[in-house]
């Protein structure tokens, strides 16, 4: 008998959480052989899935969001099982974009970086994301407070840590007392706190008696405003995510940043930073984060989800 | 018998709208006299006061809010009735930072500029504003899609004529048909809108078919959300002012601005932008704006409100 393909197609667009058996469909389908291999292309197996916040936002109706019925993208590593690719051969560990799939063939894969980034941290995505965004948008400088929200994300871990490599003090902002303790006792941030805290106002405050120099943002919403409030004159914002609304980005009455005149006030310069715009910029600073993971001055944190088919 | 002299002084903090007689207190004092001067100083009778939309800050618990029970601030044109100062002698008129007073003595004055801008329009603040706040963040180029609120105002009126010189195509945002009138037949704005018209946003979208390049916000509030939603990649926001929420900043429920995600997603930068940051640069700001309006490329808009003692 054929071997089957499990994969997991969006069946509808969430209002607000996602909902098991109902948002993704499970679809068994013959699998792909070498046979069906065109010029070019690879069969691949998924070995590792890369499971990313930004995931949330192609649900919604946003740009290049996964249209319905379709299989939920995403990146992942996987094994070459056949290939009629010039970019890889049997039995390489690759990078491919194949999807919440088993197997998939297809048309373009990326060598697994050697050594420091193999097997899990995965596409060069988040972890050169706050390199680039660090650099280019918040470049902060030694002695100045950094703050950073989701701070124990993939990429909220890596601003923090390029922060203090340059210099400066950094505190970084988690919904748990155990994510905080990864931050202070691996990543040798200067102060963890958890926003889920009810003293959380004054524990900022306390935090940043200098205010906020750099503002790394992942979260949004309410932590951002927050941040505004204890912001210096002339801040950098980095606006990089927004995951405390993906879940409400369909709720009409969505509530807003209301601190729009501290803006003014504080003459904060906010941007929104998104990562692919600085493609050409990968090669140095993977080079430069694979230089300083290395010298252990840059740690990476992995959380690894066993799933399974249904 | 003395002359009196008549002030209004801060009586409350407004909640929302300035009341009539409860805001301010009319206080009728002895007039200050020659006598009274010390090395210095100047006695000054204000002929022209500017009326500002940032006043409204200043009732506000915000930066350098006037105090319960002071003399509300503000900028005049004054005649000098009296001086001990290098800087003005008897009869000149002056820029002096007098306050809502007939009379004062106050330790700075400043002339005021040749012919252009005397005698009316005022302070070099809101005349240079936008000519710094576009030069420096906005950076308006030949080409480009300007958007402009409160575009008749002293500040909107010439942001969006400095971005008309550099050849940008500049739609203007009032809030009354007779401005939008103004803004097209007076100052040459390709496009006007009402954001009052029950189109508004039909009308927004037709009139930036390139999308916005350079947003220059006087209004903040939905008029924001709305040029935050017709941004192109990579814009840029001047946040000068913020009008539609001044009476409203003392509300725990502010309505905020709700598409920062947009922010990430377009990648717009936005800046808060204050005049008094540029200080060094008025000089040459002022001589480029004379150039301008002395070859008719600049037009000044005024309106004048003849005021009355209770």
Redesign the interface.
């Known amino acids: 008998m054929a071997r089957k393909n499990h994969n997991f197609h969006l069946a509808e667009r969430p209002q607000g959480l996602i909902v098991p058996g109902r948002t993704f469909n499970f679809v068994e389908t013959d699998a792909p052989t070498a046979d069906d291999l065109k010029d070019g292309q690879v069969l691949v197996e998924t070995i590792w899935l890369s499971l990313d916040q930004s995931m949330r936002?192609w649900l919604a109706s946003?740009?290049k969001p996964t249209a319905i019925g379709e299989k939920m993208n995403g990146a992942a590593i996987a094994r070459v099982l056949a290939s009629k690719s010039s970019k890889a051969k049997g039995s390489d560990l690759v990078i491919s974009i194949s999807g919440w799939t088993e197997l998939a063939i297809v048309n373009e894969v990326a060598p697994v970086p050697e050594g420091v980034f193999e097997p899990i941290d995965l596409p060069e995505g988040t972890i050169t994301r706050d390199a680039l965004g660090a650099a280019h948008i918040g470049q902060p400088k030694a002695g100045e407070t950094v703050v950073v929200s989701a701070a124990a994300s993939a990429t909220g871990s890596v601003a923090g840590q390029i922060a203090k490599i340059r210099g400066a003090r950094v505190v970084g902002i988690m919904g748990s007392d155990e994510k905080c303790e990864v931050l202070t006792k691996k990543l040798g941030f200067g102060v963890a706190l958890n926003y889920k805290s009810a003293n959380f106002d004054e524990e900022l405050a306390r935090a940043t008696p200098d205010n906020i120099n750099v503002y790394f943002d992942n979260m949004?919403g309410t932590i951002?405003?927050k941040a505004i409030d204890r912001a210096t004159l002339h801040p950098r914002f980095v606006?990089?995510?927004?995951i405390s609304?993906y879940n409400k980005?369909d709720q009409p009455n969505?509530?807003?940043?209301?601190?729009?005149?501290d803006?003014?006030?504080?003459?904060?310069?906010?941007?929104?930073?998104?990562l692919w715009?600085y493609t050409p910029e990968f090669p140095k600073a993977k080079q430069q984060l694979g230089q300083w993971i290395a010298k252990d001055k840059l740690k990476s944190l992995e959380t690894v989800v066993k799933g399974e088919f249904p």
Do not use: Q
């Open positions: 936002c946003y740009a949004g951002l405003e606006l990089c995510g927004c609304e980005l969505l509530g807003g940043i209301r601190s729009m005149f803006v003014i006030a504080k003459r904060i310069r906010m941007e929104g930073f998104i715009d």
